[in-house]
């Protein structure tokens, strides 16, 4: 595209806007992808609209996950972050679907997985909050040694936040995609 008498490269990329998707230009391809991957996982939301519902009500231990999930955020934000990871998990493999036909086949084919995927990322979460309340538990008894127990609280702090979920790596849930 031209602008201003120079070449510009632009980025189409689907882009999350909550209750929909538009289609947005961008400057650099990075940008694109992550906005791309966004847009991508809201359109499959919302093809398999009855299957978030039902993943909503019925997520195992929603309301221990909630409690556990306190000190980073709330139970909506906690179940809002499974429920990205289960669609990232499921329907966002690459290489990504670039046509209807495409995403109408990834979607039947992560439609019978979804329960299956959110139920083990919410066990898992489930694992590490409450291993983050043993740790939390045994803090005061390295009052003692000072720098051993601000180096914990730093790698704590690092590892797990209101965000630890949408951040933790594809390579360490990969076996979620196994499922």
């Given at each position: 595209m031209k602008r201003a008498g120079q070449n510009v490269t632009l980025y189409n990329a689907l882009v999350d806007e909550g209750d929909a998707v538009v289609l947005r230009a961008f400057d650099?391809?990075?940008a694109a992808q992550t906005a791309h991957r966004g847009g991508l996982r809201r359109?499959?939301?919302l093809l398999l609209k009855e299957q978030v519902k039902y993943m909503e009500k019925n997520l195992p231990d929603a309301q221990k996950l909630g409690m556990l999930f306190m000190p980073f955020g709330t139970q909506q934000e906690l179940q809002q972050q499974i429920l990205a990871m289960t669609f990232e998990r499921c329907?966002?493999?690459d290489p990504l679907p670039?046509?209807?036909a495409e995403f109408t086949a990834r979607g039947k084919e992560a439609k019978n997985r979804l329960l299956l995927i959110a139920q083990e990322l919410a066990r898992l979460v489930f694992s590490v909050l409450t291993e983050y309340q043993?740790?939390?538990k045994s803090l005061p008894q390295l009052k003692a040694h000072n720098q051993a127990n601000q180096d914990v609280r730093a790698q704590m702090e690092w590892l797990l936040h209101g965000k630890f979920i949408r951040d933790t790596s594809t390579n360490v849930c990969s076996m979620c995609r196994a499922t």
């Open positions: 650099t391809r990075d359109l499959f939301m329907c966002l493999n670039a046509n209807e043993v740790v939390q």
